[in-house]
């Protein structure tokens, strides 16, 4: 788990703890700088098009609860690159990509956590590309260990390849998943009743069953996309 620098980059505000939240908060609990980045804007999807009155707000509310998040995370105030919602696929990849780089070479990042690239939202699976594309190994690149994880209601539901954990982080129930726990509760209505599958429920469900794949008490679940020992 050591790491000095860790980036997640996430499609959506939310998308960050449910993939990654409890791992984030432990990084952070050793000492490791931790920076979020969030690729689309999270809300305008709701809208008939992303300038529709309420958007701005919606989205600005969105953003919010993502700055509280990244508060109880421990992580540093998260970065908004505000690409419209569940619209990345008419997007130039390309710029996708020189916008996560950008971020990338300004962090600095050992580690990196992003999308699988199966998931079912077609953000998600273009976060996770670009992420891959922006991360990939060249000299004077420092990103070491680079991981995909799972975000319910999404990596269940991809009809490609099914996501296969290959490394798992423990997450106590009474310190790193409470955490993740609390940091859910920052969105609100953003994470709905059981038994949706981004409910808490599901969350501490998911982190039961992937601590037992483990024999661990909870976990979450990464692939590990790549790991370079220099």
Not at 93 to 114: G, H
Request: proline share 7%.
């Amino acid at each position: 788990m050591q790491a000095r620098a860790v980036l997640a980059v996430a499609a959506h505000p939310d998308d960050e703890v449910l993939m990654a939240g409890a791992t984030l908060a432990r990084h952070a609990a050793e000492g490791a700088r931790v920076d979020i980045l969030f690729v689309a804007d999270g809300g305008s999807a709701r809208f008939a098009a992303p300038d529709a009155p309420g958007a701005a707000e919606a989205i600005a509310a969105r953003e919010e609860a993502a700055r509280a998040a990244a508060r109880i995370l421990g992580a540093r105030p998260p970065r908004f690159l505000r690409f419209p919602d569940n619209r990345l696929d008419s997007a130039a990849l390309l710029d996708i990509v020189k916008a996560i780089e950008a971020v990338v070479a300004e962090s600095e990042p050992e580690t990196v956590y992003t999308h699988f690239e199966g998931d079912l939202n077609i953000d998600h699976a273009i976060v996770g590309r670009a992420v891959r594309t922006a991360c990939r190994p060249t000299p004077g690149r420092g990103v070491r260990r680079l991981y995909a994880g799972e975000t319910l209601s999404a990596s269940e539901w991809g009809g490609g390849p099914r996501f296969r954990p290959t490394r798992f982080v423990g997450c106590d129930a009474a310190g790193a998943l409470a955490t993740k726990i609390a940091a859910l509760r920052a969105y609100g209505d953003e994470i709905p009743p059981a038994p949706h599958p981004r409910s808490l429920e599901a969350v501490e469900a998911l982190a039961r069953s992937r601590g037992a794949e483990a024999g661990l008490d909870h976990a979450e679940a990464f692939e590990i996309i790549r790991e370079i020992d220099a």
